[in-house]
């Protein structure tokens, strides 16, 4: 999947906090993709980077898996097709989540 083009419905736009977890603060958007189910039973979550507006919606290329083991889902990460990052930009883009799990990125 990595390099594709793929569509992030948006339900937690940069600025919003976590549902449940008040404290998790969204520097970035996070959503998910419609019609992917990943091993949670969900459909797929995905971080946004290099939007730096909240958005509904989001068509971007896909640029990094974030693998958790300890934790059944992976989380994609999605730029703009014109833009890179490397490792270290996308685990502290994301750290504001990720650093409570055991993680590795593959890109």
């Keep these: 999947m990595l ?5 992030v419905k948006v339900d937690r736009p940069l600025g919003s906090y976590h549902p ?4 998790i603060y969204y ?5 998910y993709i419609e019609g992917i189910m990943a ?14 507006e909240p958005v509904a919606e989001f068509t ?10 300890n934790d059944v889902e992976d989380k994609w990460v999605v730029a703009p097709e014109e833009m890179s990052f490397s ?15 055991e993680t590795w990125i593959e890109m």
């Design 39 to 52: 091993a949670d039973g969900e459909e797929q979550d995905a971080y946004i980077v290099g939007v730096n």
């Design 87 to 101: 490792k270290e930009e996308v685990a502290e883009l994301v750290k504001f989540q990720e650093q409570y799990f």
């Design 60 to 69: 971007g290329k896909m640029i990094a898996i974030i693998h958790r083991e």
């Design 20 to 23: 449940k977890h008040k404290d």
């Design 3 to 7: 390099g594709q083009i793929v569509t």
């Design 27 to 31: 520097a970035i958007n996070y959503g």
